[in-house]
């Protein structure tokens, strides 16, 4: 039975795995640090791209190790399991919680390294025969499907593909499965292992790829010198979502109340395939629809994830964007593409990570039933076909 009283989508566990690492920990210290994490792409292509951390590589050996069946899955699930457990883990919920979860994780390419090999024994076998797990293994529902048979969670399975908003779009599905009461519980984000031979020749094929060397700062986003910086990177990031009340979030006696606000979504008509409007309209778009559902004002914004990738064209018009909502007083903009690069449908999550690193938080200590939100931090993202989204994401305190 739902109750009268105000309720909130509180943020209840994260976990992710990437060049920043993969431990709350460690993460925090390499965002701190400003670290970067790029290497050559192989002995034969110097571009620069971003591994996961040697800590998470470790994770998925252990992952592999504790069942052989996930030594058979693409790594874009296994990065989405190695993350949806440590934001599991984050949280209190017993395996009763667990009947109804549900599950929303995305990935823009998606299986795209498992498609390349068995499209390659394709092609190498005379007689054209496959494996049979060809096609359950390079599937985009096998994302969210494996991290839900994973976490023994029973309630609704959603994969899905929007691109570079896939996993921003991933929290907008959650969201509103949990604000109609059709669920109570919910695991959403992005992952993506992109780095792959025919991946890297793709971006190239755009002319966006940056041609700095892995040791020079190669990702220079909202740069001012005019280059093209895209790099591509891998990595997942997932988060624990939970309808609660105020008077519910004061009994988890713990320090951090995060909370999803809003989650706006923008559409532009493209120029190209792979273009944007100048002014980023979609941009706009998802920005004022994730303040208007919040009832706030620009002024409100502390802070701003930028989406940023790195490339001339995609860093001015979401700069003309944040000036045409937030005009000449623009909040503090962040960034990780700088140490890790783009994670494509991934990147939405992992800075949405960053972000509640960089959000300070508090207990809630008053007996008054009402609470204020103190900090407030838009992060957008937006990908190719015009879509774009931005969440905005709030600390609560009392009153």
Not at 20 to 30: A, N, P, R
Not at 233 to 260: D, H, I, W
Not at 306 to 325: F, N, S, W, Y
Request: net charge negative; with cysteine.
């Amino acid at each position: 039975m739902r109750t009268s009283e105000q309720e909130f989508i509180v943020i209840r566990g994260m976990g992710s795995v990437s060049g920043l690492g993969c431990s709350s920990s460690e993460v925090k210290e390499t965002l701190a640090s400003g670290k970067t994490t790029f290497s050559p792409f192989s002995a034969t292509d110097p571009s620069p791209v971003s591994r996961i951390s040697s800590s998470g590589e470790a994770s998925i050996h252990a992952l592999v190790q504790e069942n052989p069946v996930y030594g058979t899955l693409d790594r874009s699930v296994q990065l989405a399991m190695v993350a949806a457990r440590q934001a599991l883990q984050e949280t209190n919920w017993t395996s009763a919680d667990l009947e109804d979860m549900g599950v929303n994780i995305g990935s823009s390419r998606g299986a795209t390294g498992m498609f390349e090999q068995y499209h390659q024994e394709y092609l190498l076998n005379p007689t054209g025969r496959l494996s049979p797990a060809a096609s359950p293994n390079t599937t985009l529902g096998n994302v969210a499907s494996w991290v839900a048979q994973d976490l023994q969670a029973a309630g609704p399975v959603i994969s899905h593909s929007v691109t570079c908003s896939t996993a921003i779009q991933a929290f907008a599905n959650g969201v509103a499965w949990l604000k109609s009461g059709l669920a109570k519980r919910f695991m959403v984000g992005g992952t993506e292992a992109p780095l792959t031979p025919f991946t890297v020749a793709q971006m190239k094929a755009i002319g966006i790829y940056s041609t700095l060397s892995a040791d020079n700062n190669p990702c220079r986003p909202l740069n001012s010198e005019g280059l093209n910086t895209f790099v591509l990177g891998e990595g997942a990031a997932v988060f624990a979502l939970e309808r609660m009340t105020l008077s519910e979030m004061k009994t988890l006696n713990q320090p951090q109340v995060l909370v999803v606000s809003a989650v706006g979504l923008g559409f532009e008509k493209v120029p190209s395939k792979t273009g944007l409007t100048p002014d980023g309209q979609h941009f706009q778009k998802a920005m004022q629809a994730a303040l208007a559902q919040a009832n706030l004002g620009p002024q409100h914004i502390q802070g701003i994830l930028v989406h940023a990738p790195g490339t001339k064209a995609g860093d001015a018009a979401e700069m003309e964007a944040l000036h045409q909502v937030f005009g000449n007083s623009l909040p503090t903009l962040h960034t990780v593409k700088n140490q890790i690069g783009h994670t494509l449908g991934a990147s939405g999550a992992l800075s949405v990570m960053a972000a509640c690193h960089l959000l300070g938080v508090e207990n809630l200590t008053s007996n008054s039933g009402r609470a204020k939100s103190k900090q407030h931090f838009l992060v957008n993202a937006a990908g190719f076909g015009g879509n774009c989204a931005s969440i905005l994401l709030s600390h609560l305190v009392s009153e």
